[in-house]
């Protein structure tokens, strides 16, 4: 298996460790964009990965020992590059860090008192004169030093044993003689041994034997022999035998780097041959041979750098070096008491299946990264699946070769059931997820308590559901906190300067998708977010319930998926053509039905820290439908419904309250086929011309319907004056442009205004009521609101483009309800085309008006409050001029009425009741 991301050619020192539960760990030194990473994985009894952690940052780690404490759990040790200090890491049952301590020790060996819990490490560290010095260290459960002990005459130490009063280490002179020393458990020496006449490239294992004895084995190049060396218990040389390896089952071994012995007290030794093939050999408890096997390239196993007993097996790890067919990457294999690799199940029939169909799938998923080839297994019909080592990538910046982001699953594991050519199955991962950004600077850990992804697919459908529930939910930004050490021990800058500070927290996520078959074809998507929590330096985030929903039915789904991907296609190619476009656009529409969607929150809060606001929102929904009204499905019926409760908004400045708000629009006659092909047509080789577009989206107005309400608006400024309203709403409707006479009409209302928060507006001029229905009319009304949006005329040509149209304007209400007084009007606003007996006036307007004023005096004054005297004077005249040019109804109750009849032109005329406003207002004068 491989690790994608992972250089695996530059692998390095690969350890295995059997558990106690029967499963085992490998950790190793891979080389990643940093340096060395340090890589460990668990696997069960039944050889299933269980995890994986990468961890990694701006040194070279290589594992060099592991070790097991019941009290903590994986110890990693190893080594911070050459010349650099040592480390010791501690893993929990999970695989995540507990802590990490920097050690003045390259350790090349761990073994663990049973009694005390103490650790003995053998290693070596750099003298200050560069020179490498052999030491044995003693330290507590959590990392501390306790003792340490240095051989300055030895330039390392690489084997410890257990021995009746303590240890026992081996190591190298400078002169390249093997030494031995006893320590007792305290750090004190108790003896010491130079085995002259004993030669060995690698440092030479060292082993007890059952009845208190040593035994050290090498293997001699030059002799091309193999020793092995009994000792007693404090050293002295008892034995030694050696085996020709010229000659015999032996010939071509070139090292010995490990010795392991089984319940049986035979002996296991392995090493590299000349060749650099593994080599395996079982010997009996005196030295006879009994068997010997070689793992050359061609099974695939190469290298090889660990062994240890498993159960009645033996687990045997290594590198593969890259070759035609096989990657480079970690093996492992189990071997039986001969040595033998034992035999994996043959795969099931649905099992092949399923694991071709993965090869093909996931070969273009260049999102999803594997270490390894998905392992399929079946048992009483539930296939098991594995996806090792997997990786998600976010998309890739289109500028960059590396994704912006991964999430490091570890393990991707499911069971699945196949019936009749549809798979039904669940997913599961680890419940912590590491997150890389593109520079793997920084990382983010993803805690989920409870994980579930249910899929439903078939081969000739596709994917037909998928129910993903997630519970608990916590990111915590940074790498593991525990690798600290290690920048410090470095003198590096600590990694937290450029790490976001805060953490996520969900209480959960369920997303659905249903995808149906047969004559109405149905597609249904769902997402629903609970308690959502997101905690900064500058602001926090906390979000009750998030719900989303989208449905979709069609009568043929797959081919208008087909028709999409074929216009697209054409599009990206550069070869369509206006009679191919509609061809296209026709075939995409084809049997649509209804859509629905939907997206519903509650109880939001956010506060900003830095700008001092807090926001509250208890509701929130929007709810939007489509359904196509004409056979081709070129014209849709589009309604669309937002509204928003308890709004509530505090900041430095004030607070704002808002008790609800909605909004409505409907679109009766949306031309979705004509404007999609305006769009794309936009795009090619000939975009459609001016008036065409023009046309398209004049008609997007067509049947349009558009209108607010809103509720409880409480304004409180710090420094203005406060804003109650009681209700608000407007409509804006649009008829269908396709009749004799379009008009678009509006109405207004609202109600328990108290203030404007405007100082220069008098209070006796705020409406604190109002109510408005109108309506505006034209010959082509579409293209003429187009018009006068775009262009922006000046009054001249904007009353020009009125009257060949034909403009009407109807008020049919305004009632305005003032502490100065209501004021009521209604009428009639025609604009018409001159005559011709003013030249230079192209159009003029026709007003019959209906304009009431409860108490016109009170009117004027107030709105003369706060005018200087001059035109003051001027407001008070203008009210006399109006009272005589109108005719004045006088009434029981309520307002006087005021009747007039207008005509004028931009010239400056202007006739009220047949009179002339001008000639009046002089004579008055």
Not at 527 to 545: C, H, M, P, T, Y
Not at 747 to 771: F, K, M, N
Not at 908 to 922: F, Y
Request: hydrophobic share 40%; net charge negative; charged share 25%.
């Amino acid at each position: 298996m491989s690790v994608e991301g992972l250089d695996l050619e530059y692998l390095e020192g690969t350890r295995i460790l059997a558990l106690p539960d029967g499963g085992y760990v490998a950790a190793a030194g891979v080389k990643g964009p940093g340096g060395l990473e340090i890589w460990v994985a668990r696997f069960s009894r039944q050889h299933e990965l269980l995890w994986t952690r990468s961890l990694d940052g701006p040194f070279d780690a290589q594992v060099t020992a592991l070790v097991w404490n019941p009290g903590v759990g994986l110890l990693v040790a190893g080594e911070l590059g050459p010349e650099h200090p040592g480390f010791m890491l501690a893993l929990d049952d999970g695989g995540e860090p507990l802590w990490s301590r920097i050690i003045d020790v390259q350790p090349f060996a761990i073994q663990q008192d049973r009694d005390s819990g103490q650790l003995l490490v053998a290693g070596q560290y750099w003298s200050e004169d560069g020179i490498p010095v052999g030491l044995v260290a003693s330290l507590r459960p959590n990392g501390d030093m306790f003792w340490r002990l240095s051989f300055p005459h030895v330039k390392t130490v690489r084997g410890l044993t257990a021995v009746a009063e303590g240890w026992a280490a081996v190591g190298l002179t400078e002169q390249g003689m093997v030494w031995s020393a006893g320590i007792d458990r305290q750090g004190r020496l108790r003896w010491e041994r130079l085995h002259e006449g004993l030669k060995t490239e690698r440092l030479p294992p060292l082993l007890t034997l059952a009845d208190g004895r040593m035994l050290l084995a090498g293997v001699e190049r030059e002799t091309a022999s193999l020793w092995l060396r009994w000792c007693a218990g404090d050293g002295r040389p008892l034995e030694t035998q050696r085996l020709a390896l010229g000659s015999g089952m032996l010939a071509g071994a070139s090292t010995l780097e490990l010795l392991e012995r089984d319940d049986s007290g035979d002996l296991w030794l392995g090493g590299m041959t000349q060749g650099q093939d593994a080599w395996l050999a079982r010997l009996s408890a005196q030295a006879e041979p009994l068997w010997l096997r070689v793992y050359g390239r061609d099974p695939g196993l190469d290298r090889w750098t660990d062994l240890r007993r498993h159960g009645e097996a033996l687990l045997l790890g290594g590198i593969s070096q890259a070759s035609v067919d096989l990657a480079p990457g970690l093996w492992m294999a189990v071997l039986d008491r001969n040595g033998q690799p034992l035999a994996a199940p043959q795969p099931t029939q649905s099992a092949r299946a399923l694991a071709a169909w993965l090869d093909e799938g996931l070969a273009d998923a260049g999102w999803l990264k594997l270490g390894g080839r998905p392992e399929v297994s079946e048992d009483k019909g539930i296939i098991s699946l594995l996806l090792p080592f997997a990786r998600l990538e976010l998309p890739v910046d289109p500028e960059e070769s590396e994704p912006l982001a991964a999430f490091e699953l570890g393990w991707v594991r499911g069971e699945l059931i196949s019936t009749n050519g549809r798979w039904q199955g669940v997913l599961d991962w680890p419940a912590r997820v590491v997150l890389w950004d593109r520079s793997r600077s920084v990382t983010d850990i993803l805690e989920i308590s409870e994980r579930r992804l249910g899929l439903g697919w078939s081969s000739d459908q596709g994917l037909e559901s998928l129910d993903l529930e997630l519970e608990d939910l916590k990111l915590k930004p940074g790498i593991p906190l525990v690798l600290l050490t290690f920048y410090e021990g470095l003198a590096l800058t600590s990694p937290l300067e450029e790490l976001p500070q805060g953490s996520l927290q969900l209480g959960s996520v369920q997303y659905q998708v249903i995808s149906g078959h047969g004559p109405r074809q149905t597609y249904n998507e769902s997402l629903s977010i609970k308690d959502l929590s997101a905690e900064g330096e500058d602001n926090a985030f906390r979000l009750g319930v998030l719900e989303l929903r989208f449905d979709y039915r069609s009568q043929d789904l797959e081919e208008q998926m087909a028709a999409a991907s074929d216009l697209f296609e054409l599009l990206d190619a550069g070869t369509v053509d206006p009679e191919t476009l509609d061809q296209g656009i026709a075939r995409l529409f084809q049997g649509s039905e209804p859509i629905e969607a939907a997206v519903s929150l509650s109880d939001l809060e956010v506060a900003d820290r830095s700008a001092q606001v807090q926001y509250r929102l208890g509701g929130f929904a929007l709810r939007a439908q489509g359904t196509p009204n004409a056979l081709d499905g070129s014209l849709w019926t589009l309604k669309l419904r937002p509204e928003l409760k308890e709004l509530r908004i505090q900041g430095p400045k004030g607070k704002m309250d808002l008790d609800a708000w909605s909004m409505e629009l409907a679109i009766e006659r949306l031309a979705v086929g004509p404007l999609l092909k305006t769009l794309l047509a936009a795009g090619t080789d000939q975009p459609p011309a001016l008036d065409s577009l023009t046309q398209v989206l004049a008609r997007l107005l067509a049947s349009c319907a558009i209108g607010f309400d809103l509720e409880g608006l409480h304004v409180r400024p710090l420094d203005k004056e406060p804003l109650d309203l009681k209700a608000l709403g407007a409509r804006l409707t649009l008829s269908d442009l396709d009749t004799c006479r379009p008009s678009l009409r509006l109405s207004y209302r609202h109600d328990g205004i108290q203030a404007l928060p405007d100082p220069d507006v008098p209070p006796g001029l705020i409406p604190t009521q109002a109510e408005l229905d109108g309506a505006f009319s034209a010959d082509n009304l579409g293209l003429l609101l187009l018009a006068l949006s775009l262009a922006q005329p000046d009054q001249e040509q904007a009353l020009e483009w009125l009257a060949r149209q034909k403009a009407v304007l109807e008020v049919k209400t305004l009632d305005l309800g003032m502490p100065a007084g209501r004021v009521t009007l209604t009428g009639r606003v025609e604009v018409k085309e001159s005559d011709g007996s003013a030249t230079s006036v192209p159009a003029v307007l026709d007003l019959d008006l209906e304009i009431g004023v409860q108490d016109l005096d009170r009117l004027i004054e107030e709105i003369a409050r706060n005018k200087p005297p001059e035109q003051q004077r001027s407001l008070r005249a203008a009210a006399v001029v109006l009272k005589l040019m109108g005719e004045e109804k006088r009434q029981s109750k309520g307002p006087s009425r005021h009747r007039f009849r207008i005509q004028g032109d931009p010239a400056g005329s202007l006739r009220i009741n047949d009179k002339d406003i001008k000639t009046l207002i002089e004579a008055f004068q």
